[in-house]
């Protein structure tokens, strides 16, 4: 099982409201990644993070922020949720070298916005 | 364009049967592929990762094929059980950046039944 944790685990909450998706690893990776996934549907890279204090976005467009001030955490931010943010969050991280680099998953945050 | 398809989208088994699951993809150039788990409300599992080299791993009860000529991939589970009722993800990583880009595909929802 990796260490990695989400928390909420599930959040419902009313449109306009400000979060923060928490993820944090203790297997000392440098990198880590925000995923969102609809139900049936592929995972797509929101943001990653190289290390402290970088953060890029990823394929799919999102509204959300990222900040990344220290190695084992890696929060994801929504200034005004949408009923369009409704989706599953997922986190991971990896050590990184190149060719066999695995992803560890975290246990993921189900947000609906009503 | 960069894609990996599966199929079945999903599939019912009875508890103790064999099944094989299928991956195409498009992604090039070519850097591993990546089988995941992921039980319902939680984040994927891997299963097995093969390089270009790799035509066959296993993992317990799953074996996972790789042609790369032919650019396609199966996941096979051997007597199955009630616990391996979950989606199955396949996933391709290419050699175009330092990130190791992941095309994911959608998976296929496999449920075994008693």
Same mark, same amino acid.
């Given at each position: 099982?990796?260490?990695?944790?989400?928390?909420?685990?599930?959040?419902?909450?009313?449109?306009?409201?400000?979060?923060?998706?928490?993820? !944090?690893?203790?297997?000392?990776?440098?990198?880590?990644?925000?995923?969102?996934?609809?139900?049936?549907?592929?995972?797509?890279?929101?943001?990653? !993070?190289?290390?402290?204090?970088?953060?890029?976005?990823?394929?799919?467009?999102?509204?959300?922020?990222?900040?990344?001030?220290?190695?084992?955490?890696?929060?994801?931010?929504?200034?005004?949720?949408?009923?369009?943010?409704? !989706?599953?969050?997922?986190?991971?991280?990896?050590?990184?070298?190149?060719?066999?680099?695995?992803?560890?998953?975290?246990?993921?945050?189900?947000?609906?916005?009503? | 364009? =960069?894609?990996?398809?599966?199929?079945?989208?999903? $599939?019912?088994?009875?508890?103790?049967?064999? #099944?094989?699951?299928? #991956?195409?993809?498009?992604?090039?150039?070519?850097?591993?592929?990546?089988?995941?788990?992921?039980?319902?409300?939680?984040?994927?599992?891997? $299963?097995?990762?093969?390089?270009?080299?790799?035509?066959?791993?296993? =993992?317990?009860?799953?074996?996972?094929? $790789?042609?790369?000529?032919?650019?396609?991939?199966?996941?096979?589970?051997?007597?199955?059980? *009630?616990?391996?009722?979950?989606?199955?993800? #396949?996933?391709?990583?290419?050699?175009?950046?330092? *990130?190791?880009? *992941?095309?994911?595909?959608?998976?296929?929802? *496999?449920?075994?039944?008693?």
């Amino acid at each position: 099982e990796a260490d990695i944790y989400q928390t909420p685990r599930y959040l419902v909450i009313g449109t306009g409201k400000k979060i923060t998706l928490e993820c !944090s690893q203790t297997m000392g990776h440098d990198k880590m990644y925000w995923y969102q996934q609809d139900p049936g549907m592929e995972l797509h890279l929101i943001h990653y !993070s190289y290390g402290v204090n970088s953060t890029e976005k990823g394929d799919l467009s999102s509204e959300s922020t990222v900040s990344r001030i220290r190695t084992e955490h890696f929060p994801l931010t929504l200034e005004s949720a949408r009923p369009s943010h409704t !989706s599953q969050y997922l986190c991971a991280s990896s050590a990184g070298t190149e060719v066999n680099y695995e992803q560890y998953f975290g246990p993921g945050t189900r947000l609906t916005v009503t | 364009k =960069n894609q990996v398809e599966q199929s079945p989208q999903s $599939l019912i088994i009875l508890e103790g049967k064999n #099944c094989t699951l299928q #991956c195409n993809y498009t992604v090039s150039p070519f850097s591993n592929l990546r089988w995941y788990k992921q039980d319902t409300g939680r984040g994927p599992v891997s $299963l097995t990762i093969m390089t270009f080299s790799e035509n066959t791993k296993s =993992n317990g009860r799953y074996t996972a094929t $790789l042609d790369a000529d032919t650019k396609q991939s199966s996941l096979h589970i051997t007597a199955s059980q *009630l616990s391996d009722s979950a989606s199955y993800i #396949c996933v391709v990583s290419d050699r175009g950046s330092t *990130l190791g880009r *992941l095309y994911f595909g959608r998976g296929t929802q *496999l449920t075994v039944w008693p």
